[in-house]
């Protein structure tokens, strides 16, 4: 079956350090795949998404190249800030009925 | 401005009784989802409709009802059957069918039961 896994968390940073969540997947067919954020105490938002192989998402400094060769999405940020702090949640959608498929979550802690 | 709104933000009651969380949307979209989040834990769907006056089960639909009368609204029973109900409920909807839509989240609701 369709399934994601993501790295464990929590990462913690220093602000203006390097950002990467790594995010696999398995799945059948030509799945689409999403990052979303969750600020503390808030629903998710859409970060970034891609839907075929060698796409690339990216929104706010982040980015994540849909590698269908690796089955992977990594979510990575050149220089985080403070304001980056929240949990990242990685998906897919392998389209057959709307569902999405999600990762547990990794929560990101930056310090200034 | 379009989105999706949950009422209310914290929501309390006593164990034994059933209540009811709100879920409207008014960005035209087709699908609409329920989810249920727990602290350290992913996200879990409880009901999905695809359409008005049809819906589907998750995985973690025990304890849990729903109805899609109209377009723009879920709403989500949560029933005194359900174990385990404190948590933090997630209302999301998505456009079309297709692997590319992407889903859009409410605020969600905290809802205590002691």
């Known amino acids: 079956g369709n399934s994601v896994t993501q790295m464990e968390g929590p990462v913690t940073l220093s602000e203006e350090a390097f950002l990467t969540i790594n995010c696999t997947y398995t799945a059948t067919g030509y799945p689409s795949l999403f990052w979303y954020v969750q600020y503390p105490g808030e629903g998710l938002q859409l970060l970034l998404k891609?839907?075929?192989a060698d796409d690339k998402g990216s929104n706010k400094g982040f980015e994540a190249t849909y590698r269908k060769e690796t089955t992977s999405f990594h979510l990575e940020k050149g220089s985080v800030q403070v304001s980056d702090s929240a949990v990242y949640f990685c998906a897919l959608n392998a389209g057959n009925n709307r569902k999405l498929i999600w990762g547990l979550g990794t929560s990101l802690a930056v310090n200034p | 401005d379009g989105g999706i709104t949950q009422s209310p933000k914290y929501l309390f009651r006593k164990e034994g009784q059933n209540v009811t969380l709100s879920c409207e949307q008014n960005?035209?979209?087709?699908?609409m989802y329920w989810y249920r989040q727990d602290p350290g834990q992913g996200l879990r769907l409880i009901y999905y409709?695809?359409?008005?006056?049809?819906?589907q089960k998750g995985d973690i639909a025990e304890g849990y009802s729903v109805s899609r009368e109209k377009k723009e609204s879920f709403p989500l029973t949560v029933t005194s059957a359900q174990k385990n109900p404190t948590a933090f409920y997630l209302c999301a909807s998505s456009p079309r069918t297709g692997a590319g839509d992407e889903q859009y989240f409410g605020p969600g609701t905290r809802l205590t039961v002691t």
């Open positions: 891609a839907t075929k």
């Open positions: 960005l035209n979209h087709d699908a």
């Open positions: 409709s695809q359409i008005v006056n049809d819906f």
